[in-house]
């Protein structure tokens, strides 16, 4: 008999599997489930975009492209960042089409980090960046970031996390999974500890379109000196609603871009043809599709905030992203035991506050990235559960 544990590596056996996906799947097999659990647009990919993707397929360019990704892509990003956030990277030698913005992390970590290396990450934060860090063989190290700060990183907190062996921050904002933000002023404190302390920073920016009120996304990297010392991961799933088309891109300096892309070539070699045809339509001409989706989740957002309140899961407001992260402590439920009663009892799946860090424990994410209508009869019925609950604990 063959002794699998053998021919596996001990880094990867220790990952524990995705906890969103584990709701996904329960979901999936289950009646007339109002899923409130993935982070997908309900939206389709805009025609115009979709069409651009038919084109080249009829015109047969299923031709694999450069390794960075098509020059003209390339541009379009460089002249996107720089139109929307001001920061201004060269298509030629700063700019990789990567496969989805997840490729982009991955890449990132690996081509930075090593044993013997921390890596810092806020937390709640989305799934990937702990597993990641640990194949490289690096450590991540937590920052817990707090709900009466909004879920946002301060400067007190990054300094008394950084030690000799620090190299890297993980910047994750706007949050997923609490729809938290960084103002220019909360990046403005914390990029003078990055430079006296000589980190690079890997900001997460996939939800930079998805911000609310009056204040746009702000890219740590626009900040004097942090160009330098950012590596940027985006893409296209969230703001234009093509997530399956699996397209991200990675921005960073000369040299590490250079590292980078040697990865990308033995592992990956170039991203999907026709989704590049179809981001350059988007880039060119997506910013109504942005601004229209941008204000469907607004209206959601503000409805299920306000009613998560009502009924007595305090929730702050979240201003990036479409998630909200309501507090589910005075149910006396565990956050898991809240989800999976949940989604039994009442068919609405949500992920448990701990699938993105224990310090999630005693939340739930809710993603807004459903229709209205589902939203509403999802609300209900966690109002009628919470109501249940409450009996239960008179009972």
């Not at 489930?33 to 084109?55: C, Y």
């Not at 030629?92 to 970590?109: H, K, M, N, Y």
């Not at 946002?152 to 990054?158: A, C, G, N, P």
């Not at 000369?254 to 033995?266: A, D, G, S």
Request: net charge negative.
């Amino acid at each position: 008999m063959i002794d699998y544990q053998h021919f596996i590596n001990d880094s990867i056996q220790q990952v524990r599997p995705s906890g969103i996906r584990k709701f996904f799947d329960i979901a999936v097999e289950m009646d007339n489930v109002i899923s409130l659990s993935i982070g997908e647009p309900d939206f389709q990919t805009p025609w115009h975009i979709r069409e651009a993707g038919i084109k080249s397929l009829e015109k047969g360019k299923t031709w694999y492209t450069p390794n960075r990704g098509f020059i003209e892509l390339r541009k379009q990003i460089s002249d996107y960042y720089k139109r929307r956030f001001n920061v201004l990277y060269n298509p030629d030698t700063q700019v990789l089409v990567t496969v989805g913005g997840s490729e982009g992390i991955d890449l990132a970590f690996r081509a930075t980090v090593g044993k013997g290396d921390e890596v810092l990450i806020p937390q709640p934060a989305f799934v990937c960046y702990e597993p990641l860090t640990s194949m490289t063989g690096a450590t991540p190290v937590v920052i817990e970031t707090k709900a009466e700060n909004n879920f946002r990183l301060t400067k007190d907190e990054l300094l008394n996390a950084i030690t000799d062996k620090t190299k890297i921050l993980v910047l994750p904002y706007p949050n997923n999974p609490t729809g938290a933000v960084m103002e220019r002023e909360d990046l403005e404190e914390i990029a003078d500890v990055i430079i006296e302390n000589n980190l690079m920073v890997i900001s997460d920016e996939i939800y930079a379109e998805l911000t609310y009120g009056d204040k746009k996304h702000v890219s740590i990297a626009e900040l004097p000196g942090m160009k330098e010392r950012t590596i940027i991961i985006s893409g296209f799933s969230k703001a234009y609603a093509m997530t399956g088309w699996r397209l991200g891109y990675l921005l960073g300096p000369v040299p590490i871009v250079e590292q980078i892309t040697k990865l990308h070539q033995y592992g990956i070699m170039s991203a999907p043809t026709t989704a590049q045809y179809a981001a350059i339509e988007a880039l060119k001409n997506g910013d109504d599709d942005i601004a229209e989706m941008r204000s469907a989740y607004d209206i959601r957002r503000r409805l299920i905030v306000g009613r998560l309140n009502e009924i007595g899961l305090t929730c702050f407001e979240p201003l990036g992203a479409f998630y909200t992260f309501p507090c589910i402590k005075s149910t006396g439920l565990s956050s898991d035991e809240f989800a999976t009663r949940l989604i039994h009892e009442k068919r609405i799946a949500v992920v448990p506050g701990t699938a993105f860090g224990e310090c999630g424990e005693g939340y739930i994410r809710i993603s807004y990235a459903q229709s209205l209508k589902n939203i509403k009869i999802a609300l209900k019925r966690i109002e009628e559960f919470v109501e249940e609950l409450k009996n239960e604990s008179k009972g």
